[in-house]
């Protein structure tokens, strides 16, 4: 059984335009939700994090939307470039199971120029 | 600060044989954490390591084992290989206290079994 569904499983948009990656969860222990960005040949990169008493995090270009009741969380990307092309997982985890990270399936992300 | 370190990066392996791969954290990071990425289960959670014990375990057979040494430098070990053990080995290391989260990946070792 899936912990965490992701969705889409690719994603193409111009260079300039708004990525959204949506991620939803069925387990309501969980109490972390990361961001990683993956290029080919290399390890997933932490790029933003969330906790579920905000509802929103921004660093940068990165957004994340949190909405605890529908238990999903979203990756807003402002202003895609080529350089974000690559692969984002959302994850998830509990606190007292100690770095047990369940991650969605991936997003693709292709933005062109 | 250096980051997390795996060797080797690549291993071409034939049924049968045994492996281990070697991670080292980040300096200071007590926690290190073990995954298998192949392209049809995602990102699957192994072990997680801390002070050289063994904490959490996710839904792999027993042919995959671990361990931790005194400098936090941990081993991954799988034994019998099969074809399907062909992926992406990751290791992520962090501090690996309550309420410190995050976790950061090191390259990877990719196993091929033929």
């Known amino acids: 059984q899936q912990q965490v569904k992701q969705s889409p499983q690719s994603l193409i948009v111009q260079k300039g335009g708004i990525s959204i990656i949506n991620c939803a969860y069925e387990?309501?222990?969980?109490?972390?939700f990361p961001w990683y960005q993956q290029f080919p040949g290399k390890g997933p990169a932490l790029l933003i994090a969330?906790?579920?008493?905000?509802s929103e995090k921004k660093e940068g270009r990165f957004t994340i939307s949190f909405n605890k009741s529908a238990k999903q969380f979203s990756l807003h990307i402002m202003d895609s470039q080529p350089g974000d092309s690559a692969t984002y997982f959302c994850?998830?985890?509990?606190?007292?199971?100690?770095?047990?990270?369940?991650f969605g399936s991936g997003t693709k992300l292709n933005v062109k120029p | 600060k250096a980051g997390v370190t795996q060797t080797p990066r690549y291993l071409i392996k034939t049924r049968g044989q045994q492996v281990t791969l070697s991670c080292s954290p980040i300096s200071g990071h007590r926690s290190v954490s073990w995954y298998q990425q192949t392209p049809g289960q995602g990102l699957q959670f192994l072990f997680e390591?801390?002070?050289?014990?063994?904490?959490n375990k996710g839904n792999f057979p027993g042919r995959f084992s671990g361990r931790q040494f005194s400098n936090s430098r941990s081993e991954m070990n799988v034994s019998t290989l099969e074809l399907g053990d062909s992926a992406l080995y990751l290791c992520a290391s962090s501090t690996g206290q309550a309420n410190s989260y995050e976790q950061y990946f090191g390259p990877g070792t990719r196993l091929t079994v033929t």
């Open positions: 994850a998830a985890s509990i606190r007292y199971n100690f770095n047990k990270f369940y």
């Open positions: 390591y801390f002070s050289e014990t063994q904490r």
């Open positions: 969330i906790r579920p008493d905000v």
């Open positions: 387990n309501t222990a969980f109490d972390y």
